[in-house]
């Protein structure tokens, strides 16, 4: 479907010239720098933030447009220059990527009028704009993403651009089931791990690459171990510093907590019992409902002519229902996830429609599975803009339990520590009746966008 084939991306400058055009910008750039903190309110600042970041987005389309433009004018070839690209490489001064990305981006433009039209007007961020011209370049999913579109937009606009990046590249594992080999089976199968030390300073380098559901293991255990280590740091600065403590306080960098956190999990191990089956803690994998039930029957199948078409399908996971992740979003690989299940302590967490229907424990603790299933909201803190994982995260009343709040999932949010106490300081969350989204407030009662 190319529904965007007209070679029209935005018109050329109406009544303006290009100069015209250039002079106005850069008065209102100037005017925008010149202003002070004297000048700025503290709404005023947010609002000027967020207009010079839609103008920052329209600009970056622009600067596309053109690019095609002159492609399709064939004022590339007045110099001499091969291609447009060529043209706006040399007249920019840009690097050959960076040319190469801008031409790739107006090709997946024209054939993505959706996206186009969104980022021409700002509602949609270049960095998101970039990951969906990368997934358009894989040929296996450019029908059904011209198709996807309108899922994009609302990811775009309303998610914070890690989840979108692991929405829009689920979306992309699941539908190309065509592809020659799964990345998640590859990147298992290429893991490798090496120590070396630098025989003139002593150092030991660490180099090595590991599969999904290893990295997130490992990932969990360090990142557990490195909060730790920052508790401690944070601990001797209040004793020196008091209340007025901050981060340049501390005693260790943030790569050399997790440095330290490395060594402890040696020291761990070499002192834990060689035969112990695991540790202590869990690893929790979120499947949804119809993805857990097809790989169960992919891995336990003996039938050798069974494969996704005897189900009357080309693909095994529906893309639009897809999930097999850890609680803080990495994504895993369905088939290795199963098996890791049935030898390792795992928690196994069903979602039908975004609610969990089924919560596995090896402990029959209601409180343990409540705050399961209070994190299983989002994959970070749900304070606007936070991005601290979940599995850090406290699970604590929305409606406080002071004041009549239940005990209950559903009155249940995921925040951080530095944010839950921010209610302490009058700001408020709750749910929106009509839409399920959890909202911030502050105290005066407008809300964080």
């Known amino acids: 479907m190319d529904s965007a084939g007209s070679d029209d991306l935005g018109g050329g400058f109406g009544g303006d010239t290009p100069a015209a055009l250039l002079t106005d910008l850069a008065s209102l750039l100037d005017r925008a720098q010149a202003l002070s903190g004297s000048d700025l309110w503290d709404h005023e600042t947010r609002d000027l933030l967020a207009g010079l970041e839609v103008g920052a987005r329209r600009i970056d389309a622009a600067r596309v447009t053109v690019l095609g433009q002159a ?5 590339h070839q007045v110099d001499g220059h091969a291609s447009a690209k060529v043209l706006v490489r040399h007249a920019c001064r840009l690097s050959g990527s960076e040319a190469l990305r801008r031409e790739r981006l107006e090709d997946t433009l024209r054939h993505l009028p959706l996206v186009a039209d969104a980022y021409r007007a700002g509602t949609i961020g270049s960095e998101q704009v970039d990951l969906v011209a990368k997934v358009y370049r894989n040929d296996r999913v450019r029908d059904a993403l011209v198709e996807f579109q309108p899922e994009v937009l609302v990811l775009a606009t309303e998610c914070e651009y890690p989840v979108f ?3 829009l590249r689920q979306w992309e594992r699941a539908t190309d089931q065509d592809g020659p080999e799964p990345k998640d089976d590859k990147a298992h199968k290429n893991r490798s791990f090496s120590l070396s030390q630098d025989p003139e300073t002593l150092a030991w380098k660490v180099k090595g690459s590991l599969g999904p559901l290893q990295g997130a293991k490992v990932n969990n255990l360090l990142r557990r171990l490195a909060d730790r280590e920052r508790e401690q740091d944070l601990v001797a600065a209040r004793a020196e510093h008091g209340d007025s403590t901050c981060a340049a306080d501390l005693e260790r960098t943030e790569a050399e907590r997790w440095a330290d956190a490395l060594a402890r999990m040696a020291d761990l191990a070499a002192s834990a019992d060689p035969d112990a089956q695991g540790p202590g803690t869990e690893h929790v994998v979120v499947w949804d409902s119809d993805t857990y039930l097809s790989t169960v029957h992919r891995v336990t199948c003996t039938d050798p002519h069974c494969d ?27 088939v290795e996830a199963m098996l890791d299940s049935f030898h390792h302590h795992v ?28 994190k299983l909201q989002s994959p970070t803190c749900l304070w606007p803009g936070c ?21 209950q999932p559903e009155n249940g949010i995921p925040l951080c520590g530095r944010h839950n106490r921010w209610k302490q300081k009058g700001y408020s969350t709750g749910r929106d009746p009509d839409t399920g989204r959890w909202r911030t407030y502050r105290p005066d009662g407008t809300e964080i966008e």
Not at 71 to 75: A, E, F, K, N, V
Not at 308 to 334: F, M, R, V
Not at 387 to 407: F, I, L, M, N, R
């Open 71 to 75: 492609q399709r004018s064939g004022l």
């Open 165 to 167: 990046e692991s929405v």
């Open 308 to 334: 996704a078409e005897a189900h009357a399908s080309n693909k095994w996971y529906d893309p639009s229902t897809y999930k097999c992740q850890t609680i803080d979003g990495d994504p895993l690989e369905p």
């Open 347 to 374: 928690r196994v967490v069903l979602v039908t429609g975004g609610q969990p229907t089924h919560v596995g424990s090896r402990r029959r603790l209601f409180t343990g599975r409540n705050r399961l299933a209070v």
């Open 387 to 407: 991005w601290v994982p979940t599995s850090v995260c406290e699970a604590d009343h929305a409606h406080p339990h002071a004041s009549g709040g239940k005990t």
